[in-house]
């Protein structure tokens, strides 16, 4: 409440000094009065926006589907915004030209579209943002105490797994996470595929298309599929798409590894 209340003070001021500046000065108590009736209104859907985020955030892993459920939820919000100001302050400013709730609706939505979009848009970054700091400070403490030679640290519901280099298979990205495929079971790493390649060593590890990468013994085969691409069979039955813009760098690092009996094509 109170952070609603010094935005609606600060845009208040800010309104009677642009009012004055272009030499039509406004009476500061009926401004104050009327921005902090749109604050309070915000004030009320502050809450439910919030639980629509980190419902969101915790359920949804594509970064895409994520974006897709914000842009659906953004009229909703502002659509709600208005209507409860009308409903609640209609009383208050109605007028001739605001005869009815609808009328109020209807002006609201246009004069205030761009403030309520800022201002929905900065609630959802600020929840996210809420969300993912204990999270980073954790994961930037358990990298700080991983061991950094033959092993990567996972937390996973609680329980924090090693996983040695040699038993993972191959990792795909999951939106803003990772997922390590060792052992015949997915850990969740909260970390970009992109960063995690970085950090593994790349004589042991290789990227074959955007959104995974292998363990360079555990490939069993590869089957071209046409158009420079491929398809990589790994020991553990895992079937992944090589990327032709990955393929020659697989071929090199592979090349050491072939033998006549067992060919890496």
Do not use: C, K
């Not at 009308?86 to 001739?96: D, F, G, I, Q, T």
Request: overall charge positive; cysteine-free.
């Amino acid at each position: 409440m109170s952070g609603w209340a010094l935005l609606a003070l600060a845009q208040a001021l800010q309104g009677n000094f642009v009012a004055a500046y272009r030499g039509a000065p406004q009476p500061w108590w009926p401004t104050l009065g009327y921005t902090a009736a749109i604050y309070s209104i915000w004030a009320l859907l502050s809450w439910p926006i919030i639980g629509a985020v980190i419902a969101i955030e915790r359920r949804i892993r594509r970064v895409w589907v994520r974006i897709a459920a914000y842009l659906l939820l953004w009229p909703v919000v502002v659509g709600a915004h208005v209507l409860l100001f009308a409903l609640v302050y209609w009383p208050v400013y109605r007028s001739e030209t605001v005869a009815t709730r609808w009328d109020m609706t209807s002006i609201m939505f246009v004069r205030n579209l761009d403030t309520n979009s800022l201002l929905y848009l900065a609630l959802v970054a600020l929840t996210i943002a809420w969300l993912r700091w204990p999270r980073r400070q954790a994961l930037r403490a358990e990298r700080a105490a991983a061991p950094t030679g033959d092993a990567l640290i996972v937390r996973n519901r609680g329980t924090v797994h090693r996983l040695p280099f040699d038993t993972i298979d191959w990792i795909g990205a999951a939106g803003d996470y990772a997922e390590i495929h060792s052992e015949r079971r997915a850990h969740l790493i909260e970390e970009s595929l992109t960063s995690l390649a970085q950090r593994l060593p790349a004589e042991q590890f290789a990227r074959i298309h955007r959104g995974a990468l292998i363990r360079l013994d555990r490939v069993r085969e590869i089957e071209p599929i046409g158009r420079g691409d491929a398809h990589v069979r790994l020991v553990s039955g895992a079937e992944l798409r090589l990327s032709r813009r990955y393929r020659a760098n697989l071929a090199a690092l592979l090349a050491p590894r072939s033998s006549p009996a067992e060919p890496a094509q």
